[in-house]
Every structure is written in structure tokens, then in C-alpha cells.
């Protein structure tokens, strides 16, 4: 925005404000309306339109991701819905399993500067024979989960989680990552190819268990304009790494279909063999 028009506009508005006082209220909100601008003359870059399309997921719609060279892990499945309202605008993710059971539950807020991480619970059966599902709910300890305003070279974005195994009382996982802007790139989604930008990642594990152990993974991961999260990998050990990328979106009722027709063709020929 250039400097002479914003500085006019900023006066425009305190005049405002002077002559009715009412209008102190939403200041603030106009105010922020300008700070993207103002970032961006200070070193700072504005990509919050990398992120999940928000305003488009009122609806819901699912995510299928897919692991580079290794089909036999099978697709993951994320459900995403964007609710705004007046305590706040909240992004719900879930995670399923295979058969459509959440492994994980997201809850994140949008703020002026970013995505918070405000709810994370994870889901697993306990050990006994036909196991119940259980629930843990995350400790956050650092929420950010995707920055609005970056800088094109440095800072450090954490994100640091802690939790219960929900199948087993004595272990303890704790989860740290830390996100590097690393610039530009592009994503080609069913043909089209799209502006992308990309994060380097550390991710460091601990499992509490009778002792503990520690293990540290880089990776990247790729956000692509209008798409969202649409490639992520990490790197488990020298020669080996897992890295999924985004294949298809779809309604929810389509990813129920799949699996009411995934069962029903598996149930057929057992009944055949009896």
C-alpha cells in the first residue's frame, strides 16, 4: 500500500473517531485491516491465503492424502469444517483410521497473526481384548499451528504438544516442532498447477515410558494458495522417508459412501464361502 495514501487513511480515521466517539469501538478492526501492509514494508510477508480455504469448508470437506511410493499404508483422511462466530472462528479437524474410526480431533482459532492450536485430543483402544476407544486430551504448550505473517528469511515458528497414550496410562508422548519459512515453490493438484510456499521442519519426539526416548525428524511441508496442506514428509532415518500428498477432495457423504461400499464387496464373498 503506499505510504502517503495509508498515512491519509490512518488520518481520516482518527478524525473519525474524534467526532464520534462510537466509533472507537471498531478503531481497532480498521486498524488491523492496515497491519498486513504495514508488516509487509517492514520485512514481513502476508500468506494467510496458503492456508485451508476457510470461508469454503463451512460445509465440511474431506481431504485424502496419499503416500508417495508406498500404497500399502493406504490413504489418510482428513475432515475439515470452519466455523465463524461471534466467540470466535474455529477451524474443526478430524483424522480418521482406515475404518472411519477419529484417530485425532483439532480444534484452531484464526487470529490476526496466525492459526492457534486451542484443542487436540487423540484417540486409541486399550489393551484388552476387543479394546474400548479411549480419549486423551493434549497438553498445548506453544499453539502456533500455521503463521499469517512471515518473514522471507528467518524466525522460527513452535508448536509444542503433550499427552497421555490413551491406550496405555504409563506412556507419555511429547511432540515439538519447529517451522522455518523457506520460500516459494508450486504444486500441480488434479492438473492445475498452484503458487506454493514451504516450511522446513524439525520434529522432536519423546516417549515417556520406563524411561525415555527421544528421536529428531527433519521434513517440509507444502501449502498451496486456495488448497491449504498438500504435501508433507519427514525424514525417518537415512534412505527413508514418508511423505504424503494431497490427492483428492470430497464431500463427507462420498468418503461414508466409499466405505459402506468398501464393506459391503468385502462382506459378499464370505457369504459366498458359507
Sequence with gaps: MDRAFKNKRMERLLQRAD???????FLPFCLLALLPSCQKEGGYRDIRGYYYPLNELQDGLVYEYRADGMPELGPSYW???FSPGPEGNFLHSTLYEQDLIPAQQL????????????QLYLYGRDSLPGGRQNRSEAEII??????????????????????QDPGDSLAWY???????????????????????VKFELKEHIELDQIGVFESTYPG?????KELGLVYFRKEIQENMMLAYRLKSRFSMEKLEER??????????PAEKKR
Design 174 to 196: 511429547t511432540v515439538i516442532k519447529n517451522r522455518y519459512f523457506a520460500g516459494d515453490t508450486t504444486f500441480v493438484f488434479e492438473g492445475k498447477t498452484y503458487p506454493a
Design 220 to 224: 517440509m511441508e507444502i501449502y498451496a
Design 142 to 163: 506453544s499453539p502456533s499451528a500455521f503463521p499469517f505473517q512471515v518473514r522471507e528469511q528467518g524466525g522460527v515458528f513452535l508448536y509444542h504438544v503433550r499427552w
Design 79 to 81: 475432515y475439515l469444517r
Design 19 to 25: 467526532k464520534d466517539p462510537r466509533f472507537l469501538f
Design 107 to 118: 480444534k484452531e482459532e484464526v487470529v490476526s497473526n496466525g492459526m492457534l492450536l486451542r
Design 259 to 268: 466405505f459402506r461400499s468398501r464393506y459391503s464387496t468385502g462382506a459378499e
